[in-house]
């Protein structure tokens, strides 16, 4: 398809379990961003890849939550041990330009809405 | 650190009235400033963007934003709202490391007829 697309739509899990959640970019596009967006809140930053360089990290919860992108293409999000305050929608991004002051366009995906129980 | 105050909650407005929604920023250099809008089971999609030059800028869907240094404001305008505008609206700034856009809590727009 020619925007980005994320899987699951919806997940459900109860806590303790581990979830992956994935990201198929625009093709091409060298930037890849994951963010968090708890209910009723702003979209807040997890992490960014440039190509399959995992650049900044520096949004991820807590060690439980591991990104990768290892071929600069689909991006895996993966949350261990799910807790209920890991319930939100997980957005994931792509920009065509690579690091430097974000001047191009993110376009984003519908989100992958987790649930735990 | 940079952030995003965005401080009407929500917003109500009838259909062919004007628009105007508040986006106050904290940055120490000249931000990169924009404007993304989120419909029901879509995706976030940009609306317009502020970089340099002129402090008036337009975007898509018949929108248009202003710049103000001196107020560290970018709100968000559009003379005549359609039912169709109806959504949540999110003003964000780019990170000094160029590795994120800080996303502002957002401001839910409802239109009445």
């Known amino acids: 398809g020619a925007g980005v697309s994320q899987s699951p739509r919806y997940k459900v899990a109860k806590r303790g379990q581990d979830v992956a959640l994935r990201c198929d970019p625009i093709s091409g596009h060298v930037s890849l961003f994951w963010y968090q967006q708890a209910l009723g809140q702003g979209p807040e930053f997890l992490t960014y890849f440039q190509n399959e360089a995992q650049l900044d990290k520096s949004g991820l919860p807590s060690d439980r939550f591991f990104a990768e992108r290892p071929e600069g293409s689909v991006s895996t999000l993966k949350i261990q041990r799910t807790q209920q305050e890991d319930s939100a929608v997980y957005l994931c991004a792509s920009s065509l330009r690579g690091q430097g002051k974000i001047t191009g366009e993110l376009f984003f995906g519908e989100g992958s809405r987790l649930t735990v129980l | 650190a940079q952030s995003v105050t965005q401080p009407d909650i929500h917003i109500t407005v009838s259909e062919g009235a004007s628009l105007e929604l508040r986006c106050n920023y904290s940055?120490?250099?000249?931000?990169?400033l924009f404007w993304y809008v989120q419909s029901p089971g879509q995706g976030l999609q940009l609306l317009l963007k502020y970089f340099s030059g002129d402090t008036l800028v337009q975007g898509i869907k018949g929108f248009e934003a202003e710049f103000k240094r001196s107020q560290s404001s970018f709100n968000l305008r559009k003379p005549s709202v359609h039912w169709s505008d109806a959504a949540e609206y999110f003003c964000?700034?780019?990170?000094?490391?160029?590795?994120?856009?800080?996303f502002g809590k957002g401001t839910t727009l409802s239109v009445s007829s």
């Open positions: 940055y120490g250099a000249t931000p990169y």
């Open positions: 964000a700034v780019g990170n000094q490391a160029g590795t994120a856009l800080i």
